[in-house]
């Protein structure tokens, strides 16, 4: 087991922190994991044992006032730990299972909506996962919270099924290399 656990803090307002502390705290917080289960990561897929954990924050889960260099360090390790459940092919695959939008719609989508609004999703996939992803952050209208609150239970349903097709392409993935290295061996 590798428990991640490096985390000074630092706390400022956003312009009154020098940018040699984000660097800091981006090094320390969120490389200073990464270095470590670079390290162990390959021997645990070999083994297929093992767990690594990152110890984040709840300035991670939500961003807070005075903690602009803090937080988007704890941030970065919940989304390496996410991301980490899948690797190359499974990412391709799952990937796969959404439209990949074109550049030029997300940039007409973001010019159009980047004056009054806090979150910006593209297509319906996107808006579920902006959706379920809200938690704490600001709406900009009474009818966007309404609308996240009524659809917060659905799409959370509706993600289940997404996690668990995820994971059935991981394991599919899974056996399939371990068939590929058997046959490999008896030739």
Not at 13 to 23: C, I, L, Q, S
Not at 97 to 110: C, E, F, L, N, Y
Not at 151 to 178: H, K, Q, W
């Amino acid at each position: 087991m590798l428990v991640n656990c490096a985390g000074p803090s630092f706390s400022g307002k956003f312009e009154e922190v020098e940018v040699e502390r984000f660097r800091s705290l981006m090094e320390v917080n969120y490389l200073g994991s990464v270095y470590p289960t670079r390290a162990v990561i390959a021997t645990m897929k070999e083994r297929r044992m093992g767990r690594i954990m990152f110890v984040s924050s709840q300035a991670g889960q939500i961003g807070l006032f005075g903690y602009t260099a803090y937080s988007p360090s704890k941030f970065a390790l919940c989304g390496l730990a996410e991301s980490l459940q899948m690797e190359p092919l499974e990412t391709r695959l799952i990937s796969e299972t959404s439209g990949v939008t074109q550049p030029d719609q997300v940039a007409k989508i973001v010019v159009k909506d980047a004056v009054g609004n806090f979150n910006i999703s593209v297509g319906p996939d996107g808006y579920m996962l902006s959706a379920l992803t809200c938690g704490m952050s600001p709406v900009t209208s009474i009818t966007e919270g309404l609308q996240q609150i009524v659809t917060m239970g659905l799409f959370r349903t509706v993600a289940l099924f997404y996690l668990g097709s995820f994971d059935s392409i991981v394991r599919r993935c899974m056996i399939e290399r371990e068939q590929s290295k058997a046959a490999d061996k008896r030739e």
